[in-house]
């Protein structure tokens, strides 16, 4: 399900939620007559259903089919606001008719068939791309602009739970000299001789905020968006993509980066070899500074992406993905032993297991085949 549907449903199941509510303390107040209903159009015009008439009107959808549910949806919610005032009663039919049309449009949304194409998968994932981004180059914003105003009359301990200052320590309290020092990034300065220079620090919440951003949008390519792209190029050109079909040096070198922060203590390693994300410093860290994570605003890599994928080959095998009991596996290993199996012939097993499954689980419509070749 696409990033435009899945905001279309929560539209709708906020819609709905609000209606309910609405309807909820409309119904509460029976006798308070035009009052009750002015003030609840109003405030429905100025809430959710601004919300859904302001995002239908910038920019089109995409889909079609989706197009066509949303319509439906804003007319009556259009009609609704635009009615004469008349009766409570009216007022709350009226409501729970849009609630009802919401709710068969999420039957509508979740029944689409995939629809997608590669343009909308790639500015989609640059839009979460660039809005997370944004998040994280000012996430530490807020804690700074407190420290900053600090006076010197103020308590030298600060309470993580109120964000303010103490006198004493205390559980969830952190000295000010420690949490500037978790986030201390360095100095800049000018020199005479060489102009503006900069010494660099990588702190603790600097790290924090950066790796974190690295780990989410890298897992989000790789679990998201990267198969939906497959799936999108595969209908647009007709021959099947896998996941590992869709290929970008600048996400692998974001990986790579990634792997160094989360999993080698911000050392280079896996990044070593980088040429777009080439971050390494001469102390051998990964060198996260804010203009380095400035500079990936500009280097989204839509052609990478907008570029036609080539099929590879098909992988023959592939660890299995699930647990299972101790025990079992266990007798396998025993009943290998007594009958002999040579260790050749063990990867068999994996095969086999999985048919007799599919076998013994069969739904209407179900085949088993291997990936089709065009």
Known sequence: MSDETLLWRHNFNQLIFFVEVARDNVEAAPNSRGVAEKSTKEGLRTSVF???????????????????????????????????????????????????????????????????????????????????????LSAHNTLAMTIDARKDTDGEYFDIGTYSFRS?????????????????????????????????RFPPIQLLTYGQWF????????????????????????????????????????NKVRNDVVHNKSRVKESARNTVLEWSTSDGVVGMTTERMVSLLTLFPRDELMTAPVRG??????????????????????????????????????????RLWLEANKTPGTETSDRPTT
């Open 313 to 354: 080959d098909v992988p023959k095998t592939q660890n299995i993905p699930w647990t299972a009991d101790i025990q079992l596996i266990d007798s396998v290993k025993q009943q290998i032993s007594n009958l002999g199996i040579t260790k050749s012939q063990q990867k068999d097993i994996g095969d086999e297991m999985l």
């Open 168 to 200: 004493e320590s205390g559980p969830g309290r952190v000295h000010i000299a420690d949490l500037k020092y978790a986030m201390d990034s360095g100095a800049s300065s000018y020199s005479l001789k060489r102009g503006l220079i900069s010494y660099e």
């Open 50 to 136: 601004h919300h859904l008439l302001e995002e239908r009107e910038r920019k089109s959808i995409y889909s079609a089919q989706l197009s066509a549910i949303v319509d439906g949806v804003l007319a009556a919610v259009v009609e609704l606001l635009d009615r004469p005032l008349t009766t409570t009663q009216q007022l709350v039919e009226s409501l729970s008719d849009v609630a009802t049309l919401a709710g068969k449009a999420i039957e509508s949304v979740d029944a689409m068939p995939d629809e997608e194409d590669a343009d909308q998968v790639v500015d989609e994932f640059e839009t979460r791309f660039l809005v997370t981004l944004a998040t994280t």
């Open 215 to 254: 780990a989410y949008i890298h897992a989000i390519w790789d679990e998201w968006y990267r198969p939906r792209l497959a799936a999108a190029y595969s209908r647009q050109l007709g021959t099947e993509f896998l996941k590992n079909d869709i290929k970008s040096k600048f996400m692998g070198e974001l």
